[in-house]
Protein backbone atom coordinates (compact mmCIF):
# COMPACT_ATOMS: atom_id res chain seq x y z
CA UNK A 1 0.00 0.00 0.00
CA UNK A 2 1.39 3.72 -0.75
CA UNK A 3 1.79 6.38 1.23
CA UNK A 4 1.83 4.65 4.55
CA UNK A 5 2.25 6.56 7.52
CA UNK A 6 6.03 6.30 9.41
CA UNK A 7 4.32 5.39 12.77
CA UNK A 8 2.20 2.67 10.96
CA UNK A 9 5.37 1.72 9.04
CA UNK A 10 7.14 1.50 12.10
CA UNK A 11 4.81 -0.72 13.79
CA UNK A 12 5.02 -3.13 10.37
CA UNK A 13 8.81 -3.34 10.80
CA UNK A 14 7.84 -4.20 14.64
CA UNK A 15 5.60 -7.24 13.40
CA UNK A 16 2.38 -6.02 13.81
CA UNK A 17 0.27 -6.75 10.87
CA UNK A 18 -1.15 -4.03 8.70
CA UNK A 19 -4.66 -5.42 9.13
CA UNK A 20 -4.76 -5.15 13.03
CA UNK A 21 -3.72 -1.49 12.94
CA UNK A 22 -6.41 -0.80 10.51
CA UNK A 23 -8.93 -1.97 12.40
CA UNK A 24 -7.33 -0.76 15.80
CA UNK A 25 -7.52 2.52 14.08
CA UNK A 26 -10.74 2.11 12.55
CA UNK A 27 -12.56 0.96 16.28
CA UNK A 28 -12.51 5.33 17.30
CA UNK A 29 -14.43 5.72 13.84
CA UNK A 30 -16.90 2.90 14.48
CA UNK A 31 -18.31 3.78 18.03
CA UNK A 32 -18.39 7.63 17.14
CA UNK A 33 -20.62 6.27 14.15
CA UNK A 34 -22.38 4.17 16.87
CA UNK A 35 -22.72 7.77 19.27
CA UNK A 36 -23.94 9.55 16.36
CA UNK A 37 -26.42 7.13 15.77
CA UNK A 38 -27.82 6.66 19.27
CA UNK A 39 -27.68 10.67 20.34
CA UNK A 40 -28.55 12.33 17.39
CA UNK A 41 -30.69 9.66 15.09
CA UNK A 42 -32.13 8.16 18.00
CA UNK A 43 -31.35 4.63 17.28
CA UNK A 44 -30.13 2.81 20.29
CA UNK A 45 -29.04 -0.78 19.17
CA UNK A 46 -27.56 -3.08 22.13
CA UNK A 47 -25.48 -0.47 23.36
CA UNK A 48 -22.11 0.49 21.61
CA UNK A 49 -20.22 -2.35 22.52
CA UNK A 50 -22.08 -5.01 20.26
CA UNK A 51 -22.77 -3.06 17.01
CA UNK A 52 -19.17 -2.58 17.23
CA UNK A 53 -17.83 -6.46 17.54
CA UNK A 54 -20.48 -7.05 15.34
CA UNK A 55 -19.18 -4.41 12.70
CA UNK A 56 -15.65 -6.52 13.43
CA UNK A 57 -16.89 -9.88 12.67
CA UNK A 58 -19.09 -9.12 9.60
CA UNK A 59 -15.23 -7.23 8.37
CA UNK A 60 -13.54 -11.14 9.57
CA UNK A 61 -16.19 -13.13 7.11
CA UNK A 62 -15.59 -14.19 3.20
CA UNK A 63 -18.58 -12.15 2.57
CA UNK A 64 -20.98 -9.51 4.36
CA UNK A 65 -24.25 -11.70 3.25
CA UNK A 66 -23.01 -14.92 5.12
CA UNK A 67 -22.20 -12.96 8.34
CA UNK A 68 -25.80 -11.44 8.40
CA UNK A 69 -27.29 -14.71 7.74
CA UNK A 70 -25.48 -16.35 10.69
CA UNK A 71 -26.39 -13.04 12.60
CA UNK A 72 -30.28 -13.16 11.66
CA UNK A 73 -29.97 -17.37 12.35
CA UNK A 74 -28.17 -16.86 15.76
CA UNK A 75 -31.43 -14.23 16.83
CA UNK A 76 -34.05 -16.34 15.62
CA UNK A 77 -33.02 -19.62 17.44
CA UNK A 78 -32.12 -17.28 20.60
CA UNK A 79 -35.90 -15.74 20.07
CA UNK A 80 -37.09 -19.62 19.65
CA UNK A 81 -35.46 -21.02 22.62
CA UNK A 82 -36.49 -18.48 25.22
CA UNK A 83 -39.84 -19.59 24.09
CA UNK A 84 -39.12 -23.40 24.27
CA UNK A 85 -37.31 -23.03 27.84
CA UNK A 86 -40.30 -20.76 29.10
CA UNK A 87 -42.12 -23.50 30.95
CA UNK A 88 -39.13 -25.23 32.29
CA UNK A 89 -38.65 -22.13 35.02
CA UNK A 90 -34.98 -22.50 35.45
CA UNK A 91 -32.08 -20.34 36.46
CA UNK A 92 -30.91 -17.36 34.03
CA UNK A 93 -27.25 -18.36 33.55
CA UNK A 94 -28.49 -22.19 32.93
CA UNK A 95 -31.25 -21.16 30.66
CA UNK A 96 -28.52 -18.88 28.70
CA UNK A 97 -25.76 -22.29 28.53
CA UNK A 98 -28.96 -24.34 27.28
CA UNK A 99 -29.16 -21.37 24.51
CA UNK A 100 -25.56 -21.07 23.68
CA UNK A 101 -25.38 -25.08 23.46
CA UNK A 102 -28.94 -24.97 21.10
CA UNK A 103 -27.42 -22.44 19.13
CA UNK A 104 -24.11 -24.07 18.49
CA UNK A 105 -25.47 -26.97 17.15
CA UNK A 106 -28.11 -24.89 14.81
CA UNK A 107 -24.28 -22.82 13.20
CA UNK A 108 -22.65 -26.24 12.93
CA UNK A 109 -25.84 -27.16 11.05
CA UNK A 110 -25.98 -24.23 8.85
CA UNK A 111 -22.17 -24.34 8.13
CA UNK A 112 -23.14 -28.08 6.83
CA UNK A 113 -25.79 -26.76 5.11
CA UNK A 114 -23.45 -24.07 3.27
CA UNK A 115 -21.17 -27.02 2.08
CA UNK A 116 -23.62 -29.09 0.96
CA UNK A 117 -25.11 -26.40 -1.09
CA UNK A 118 -21.23 -25.34 -2.36
CA UNK A 119 -21.53 -21.94 -0.73
CA UNK A 120 -17.82 -22.06 0.44
CA UNK A 121 -17.69 -18.77 1.81
CA UNK A 122 -20.45 -20.06 4.09
CA UNK A 123 -19.33 -23.26 5.31
CA UNK A 124 -15.11 -21.48 5.84
CA UNK A 125 -16.39 -19.50 7.80
CA UNK A 126 -14.01 -18.92 11.17
CA UNK A 127 -14.80 -19.30 14.34
CA UNK A 128 -13.84 -15.61 15.69
CA UNK A 129 -17.57 -13.91 13.66
CA UNK A 130 -19.64 -17.07 14.90
CA UNK A 131 -18.58 -16.45 18.38
CA UNK A 132 -19.14 -13.02 18.19
CA UNK A 133 -22.40 -13.29 16.90
CA UNK A 134 -23.15 -16.28 19.82
CA UNK A 135 -22.20 -14.11 21.92
CA UNK A 136 -25.01 -11.36 21.33
CA UNK A 137 -28.05 -14.20 22.31
CA UNK A 138 -26.92 -13.59 26.11
CA UNK A 139 -27.64 -9.46 25.68
CA UNK A 140 -31.21 -10.96 23.34
CA UNK A 141 -32.29 -13.00 26.25
CA UNK A 142 -31.63 -10.22 28.52
CA UNK A 143 -33.59 -7.83 27.18
CA UNK A 144 -36.96 -9.78 25.97
CA UNK A 145 -36.78 -11.03 29.64
CA UNK A 146 -36.24 -7.09 30.85
CA UNK A 147 -38.40 -5.57 28.32
CA UNK A 148 -40.25 -7.63 26.10
CA UNK A 149 -40.07 -9.45 23.35
CA UNK A 150 -40.71 -6.53 20.51
CA UNK A 151 -38.08 -4.70 21.89
CA UNK A 152 -35.32 -7.03 21.91
CA UNK A 153 -36.02 -7.91 18.14
CA UNK A 154 -36.51 -3.68 17.43
CA UNK A 155 -32.93 -3.95 19.26
CA UNK A 156 -31.45 -6.45 17.19
CA UNK A 157 -32.65 -5.33 14.00
CA UNK A 158 -31.11 -1.55 15.12
CA UNK A 159 -27.99 -3.33 15.56
CA UNK A 160 -27.87 -5.40 12.92
CA UNK A 161 -28.09 -1.56 10.93
CA UNK A 162 -26.16 0.03 12.66
CA UNK A 163 -23.10 -2.69 12.32
CA UNK A 164 -23.62 -2.91 8.53
CA UNK A 165 -23.14 0.78 7.56
CA UNK A 166 -20.16 0.00 10.25
CA UNK A 167 -19.01 -2.26 7.71
CA UNK A 168 -19.48 -0.28 4.15
CA UNK A 169 -17.77 2.45 6.37
CA UNK A 170 -14.77 0.37 7.62
CA UNK A 171 -14.21 -1.42 4.16
CA UNK A 172 -14.57 2.21 2.24
CA UNK A 173 -11.23 2.11 0.68
CA UNK A 174 -10.55 6.01 0.50
CA UNK A 175 -11.00 5.71 4.31
CA UNK A 176 -8.56 2.98 5.06
CA UNK A 177 -5.94 4.97 2.55
CA UNK A 178 -6.67 7.95 4.07
CA UNK A 179 -6.24 5.96 7.87
CA UNK A 180 -2.97 4.53 6.84
CA UNK A 181 -1.47 7.73 5.04
CA UNK A 182 -2.69 10.19 8.10
CA UNK A 183 -3.38 7.98 10.89
CA UNK A 184 -3.30 11.29 13.21
CA UNK A 185 -6.90 11.74 12.01
CA UNK A 186 -8.88 9.18 13.70
CA UNK A 187 -8.03 12.27 16.78
CA UNK A 188 -10.94 14.17 14.67
CA UNK A 189 -13.08 11.53 16.85
CA UNK A 190 -12.50 13.43 20.15
CA UNK A 191 -14.15 16.84 19.67
CA UNK A 192 -16.98 14.78 17.64
CA UNK A 193 -17.67 12.99 20.74
CA UNK A 194 -17.23 16.10 22.91
CA UNK A 195 -19.85 17.06 20.45
CA UNK A 196 -21.99 14.69 20.55
CA UNK A 197 -22.06 14.22 24.67
CA UNK A 198 -23.48 18.09 24.61
CA UNK A 199 -26.06 17.27 22.60
CA UNK A 200 -29.13 18.56 23.72
CA UNK A 201 -31.58 18.50 20.44
CA UNK A 202 -34.05 16.26 19.95
CA UNK A 203 -33.60 13.15 17.89
CA UNK A 204 -34.31 12.69 14.54
CA UNK A 205 -36.54 9.67 15.42
CA UNK A 206 -38.06 11.94 17.92
CA UNK A 207 -39.00 14.51 14.92
CA UNK A 208 -40.89 11.63 13.51
CA UNK A 209 -42.77 10.35 16.25
CA UNK A 210 -43.79 13.64 17.59
CA UNK A 211 -44.03 15.82 14.11
CA UNK A 212 -47.94 16.22 15.02
CA UNK A 213 -47.01 17.87 17.52
CA UNK A 214 -44.09 20.29 16.29
CA UNK A 215 -46.41 21.30 13.85
CA UNK A 216 -49.10 22.89 16.14
CA UNK A 217 -46.37 24.70 17.93
CA UNK A 218 -45.26 26.40 14.36
Known amino acids: ???????????????????????????????????????????????????????????????????????????LVGMLMRFALKGLRILYLPRVAI????????????????????????????????????????????TQIEKGNKTAIILAVETLVISLVGYYLASWPALVRGIVAFPWMILITIPINIFLGKWDGLRLTEYMRFKDVLKNLK
Open 1 to 75: MNNVSPIISFLMQQGVPLDTVILLLMLPVIVTLIAFFRQVVGIKAFGIYTPAIVTFAFLAVPQLRYGVIVFISVI
Open 99 to 142: TLSIIAFSILALLSLGGYMQRTGLASVSIFPILIMITIVEKFVA
